[in-house]
């Protein structure tokens, strides 16, 4: 018998920047899911679509550690507010606080429509690349 010799698999290991868009796209449907329950008046589905998004927020430091810091382009006042985010998300998670939760990285003074704090920290640290201007 031809047995192959066990293998090691081996998972690259997520880039900051990845766990930092996913998170954002992550939390911006559930946020969209909780609007639609409580547009249709379910306020149960509603309170669970904001702890989800809170939830996942409150992993993101431990997500984005320090070595992560170290070889990325975060700052540690990037890093900084990554923990300030999940701290107020896991606060809020224990104090079923559905406020707090709905608006995480929403800062008083903001607009409807303008990017929240997270999009900001990520357009910061990780522009999106300009388009060629045309001669």
Same mark, same amino acid.
């Given at each position: !018998?031809?047995?192959?010799?066990?293998?090691?698999?081996?998972?690259?290991?997520?880039?900051?920047?990845?766990?930092? @868009?996913?998170?954002?796209?992550?939390?911006?449907?559930?946020?969209?899911?909780?609007?639609?329950?409580?547009?249709?008046?379910?306020?149960?589905?509603?309170?669970?679509?904001?702890?989800?998004?809170?939830?996942?927020?409150?992993?993101?430091?431990?997500?984005?550690?320090?070595? !992560?810091?170290?070889?990325? @382009?975060?700052?540690?006042?990037? @890093?900084?507010?990554?923990?300030?985010?999940? !701290?107020?998300?896991?606060?809020?998670?224990?104090?079923?606080?559905?406020?707090? !939760?709905?608006?995480?990285?929403? @800062?008083?003074?903001?607009?409807?429509?303008?990017?929240?704090?997270?999009?900001?920290?990520?357009?910061?640290?990780?522009?999106?690349?300009?388009?060629?201007?045309?001669?």
């Amino acid at each position: !018998m031809n047995a192959e010799p066990d293998r090691e698999i081996t998972q690259v290991p997520e880039s900051a920047e990845t766990i930092l @868009r996913s998170t954002s796209d992550d939390y911006k449907r559930l946020k969209a899911e909780a609007a639609e329950a409580l547009d249709r008046q379910d306020v149960e589905s509603y309170k669970q679509k904001l702890i989800e998004a809170a939830q996942l927020v409150a992993g993101l430091d431990t997500k984005i550690n320090q070595d !992560m810091v170290d070889g990325s @382009r975060l700052s540690q006042d990037d @890093r900084s507010e990554i923990v300030y985010f999940s !701290m107020s998300a896991k606060e809020w998670v224990d104090e079923k606080n559905f406020f707090g !939760m709905s608006t995480i990285f929403v @800062r008083k003074g903001s607009t409807i429509g303008e990017p929240n704090d997270l999009e900001k920290l990520i357009e910061r640290v990780y522009p999106a690349p300009k388009p060629a201007e045309k001669p």
